[in-house]
């Protein structure tokens, strides 16, 4: 039925409605510019902190007062580790998607260097700090935050470069069709394709940089006892005087982080991910976000990016489509026989000082690494076998708990990912879970083990699942995500079963991202093992025969030459399962697994 309007009705009415329609934007605009002056004064706070001396031996308050201040010192050193993985993890894997040349040793280093425990670049990390600013808090905070990164950053850095080597052909011959720069290339198709993995993995990284938090804030190093107000020196704290009300008051504000982190950051960027699905058919279940409703619905933000982001990226975009036009007129009309000959000064210029500064760094390096064999002369020969008895027993750690991890995380991240009814509730809690830090947890599990009969045996194999299962959770979950609408209205259409749509369609669409998953896992378990095998709880020391067991132990003795020893055979043990097993995984998911 057609209402017709009523003549009688005042007009007051329709102001009134226009009045609220347009208070609404008002309320929203409100809103960010409060967001903005505390962003200003959370920047200021923290700028007069570090600004000041450091403390020699700063007391942690186990009083829940302190917590929103610690709390407050922590998420910012978590934040600028993540800014900092970021634009990494950007770097890194575009280079080594497209310099074939570099590709084979920047991969390998990485898988190196995702694998080498946080502790073994503590005390490079916290001595060049401390040297760079010996008179400010900022030398030691700066090592907090290069800690927190070399703890989360790898990941990321997988992910972005498996997103660029699965890149589609056509996307890529259609930039190239409308002469897009690299730049415009990165910005319009490079990130936007990655965006759905590098944002879950950003949501694993974070979570890894809360589970390493407490050895980032409250570590020794030789004699020298480093403290950094925060949450989790606060745990830490609490932990070693088995203050059970403390460690519930510092989980209690952890998780409560945790969850407004989801909601204000990560599941909007979910929500706006979804439009780079590479997909022909949408799909009809979106996950929602409220804040990014209230983002993109912001007149003062849209009038920001059209005044300022808008004209900004169209002036450069078209300075360089100029730029490129003028390579390739040059190129057309380029005559070989016209080049002018080149003079022995000009030709030492260009080619005798890259070649002076290649052989400095070759000088460099070959003087640090005698210098590290000096430093492995005085170890015993039972000090080798030690190493290597403890190498291959954490090896098989490390394997046991990849497998009992694939088994529960590659079903339910499926489940996760292709649900967002499911998601919406899995999602935090999976946050959670993964970011609890295990020094917490593990007084408890280990207290449990001990009653069924277990101890640090199968303890550190449970401690490895708490801090590595993660990874393959998240990336499944993205790669569950990412599978075009079409594939599975095809699946639906063919009346395919439950084996068959898991063998042609959910596994190979998950591939590229499984193998990212198990790389960042496999050296989440390494890295893991320095807390695994060995744990001090209540002034005791409870250990286990392995490498992480070793390598915390020379942390804490300020035994360099095993510490670089241990570095050196873990970094040996990742090569090879690089060079087998992994390598060979990528290339069969960028050939065979690659939507195109």
């Excluded at 990130?191 to 979570?207: D, E, K, Q, R, T």
């Excluded at 980032?216 to 606060?234: I, N, T, V």
């Excluded at 000096?374 to 190498?391: D, K, N, Q, S, V």
Aim: with cysteine.
């Amino acid at each position: 039925m057609i209402q017709l309007p009523n003549p009688f009705q005042p007009r007051e009415t329709l102001a009134r409605a226009q009045v609220l329609e347009r208070g609404t934007p008002f309320f929203i605009d409100l809103g960010v510019a409060a967001i903005g002056l505390a962003c200003f004064y959370a920047i200021l706070r923290i700028a007069m902190f570090w600004a000041g001396r450091p403390e020699p031996e700063m007391v942690v308050s186990l009083s829940p007062r302190s917590l929103p201040l610690y709390a407050f010192y922590s998420v910012v050193r978590i934040g600028l580790a993540y800014l900092l993985s970021l634009l990494f993890a950007i770097t890194y894997g575009y280079i080594a998607a497209y310099n074939q040349r570099a590709e084979k040793v920047m991969i390998a280093v990485l898988d190196i260097l995702q694998s080498i425990p946080v502790l073994s670049f503590l005390p490079p990390v916290m001595l060049a700090m401390i040297a760079l600013f010996p008179t400010r808090q900022l030398g030691v905070e700066m090592g907090a935050i290069v800690l927190i990164f070399t703890g989360s950053v790898w990941n990321m850095a997988f992910s972005f470069y498996s997103s660029l080597k699965s890149l589609p052909r056509e996307l890529k011959e259609a930039t190239a069709i409308y002469g897009f720069s690299g730049v415009q290339r990165l910005f319009q198709l490079e990130l936007p394709y990655a965006a759905i993995g590098l944002i879950w993995n950003s949501i694993m990284s974070v979570a890894g940089a809360w589970f390493f938090l407490m050895a980032c804030e409250m570590f020794h190093l030789g004699s020298r006892d480093f403290r950094l107000p925060g949450l989790g020196s606060y745990l830490q704290t609490a932990a070693d005087k088995g203050d059970g009300a403390a460690i519930a008051w510092g989980l209690f504000t952890m998780v409560a982080i945790i969850v407004a982190t989801d909601q204000l950051l990560w599941r909007p960027l979910i929500s706006w991910s979804n439009k780079f699905k590479f997909e022909q058919v949408e799909s009809n279940k979106r996950v929602n976000s409220p804040i990014l409703h209230l983002f993109t619905h912001s007149d003062a933000l849209a009038s920001i990016r059209r005044h300022t982001l808008d004209p900004f990226t169209e002036s450069l975009y078209g300075k360089l489509a100029s730029r490129r036009m003028e390579r390739l007129h040059k190129l057309a009309t380029y005559d070989p026989d016209a080049r002018p000959s080149r003079s022995f000064a000009d030709r030492i210029r260009a080619y005798g000082v890259p070649a002076l500064l290649g052989i400095i760094a070759a000088v460099a390096v070959a003087f640090a690494a005698l210098q590290a064999v000096a430093l492995l002369r005085p170890l015993p020969g039972r000090e080798y076998l030690h190493i290597l008895l403890g190498a291959i027993i954490t090896f098989l750690r490390v394997n046991l708990a990849l497998l009992l991890a694939s088994a529960w995380t590659i079903p339910v991240g499926v489940a996760i990912g292709s649900n967002p009814r499911l998601a919406r509730i899995a999602q935090p809690l999976a946050q959670i879970a993964a970011s609890v830090p295990a020094t917490a947890l593990f007084p408890i599990l280990l207290l449990a083990l001990v009653q069924i009969g277990g101890g640090m045996g199968i303890g550190s194999i449970a401690l490895m699942l708490l801090g590595t299962q993660w990874y393959i959770l998240f990336n499944v979950i993205a790669g569950a995500i990412a599978i075009p609408n079409d594939l599975k209205e095809v699946a639906t259409l063919f009346h395919f079963g439950t084996v068959q749509r898991w063998k042609t369609v959910i596994l190979p669409g998950i591939f590229p991202f499984l193998v990212t998953g198990l790389v960042t896992a496999s050296g989440g378990a390494w890295n893991a093992s320095i807390i695994a095998e060995y744990f001090p709880i209540k002034g005791k020391i409870l250990q286990t025969l392995g490498l992480g067991a070793i390598i915390s132990e020379a942390t804490s003795t300020g035994r360099f030459p095993v510490l670089l020893l241990s570095t050196i055979v873990m970094a040996m043990m990742v090569v090879t399962t690089n060079r087998l097993v992994w390598r060979p995984m990528f290339r069969l998911a960028e050939t065979r697994y690659k939507l195109s």
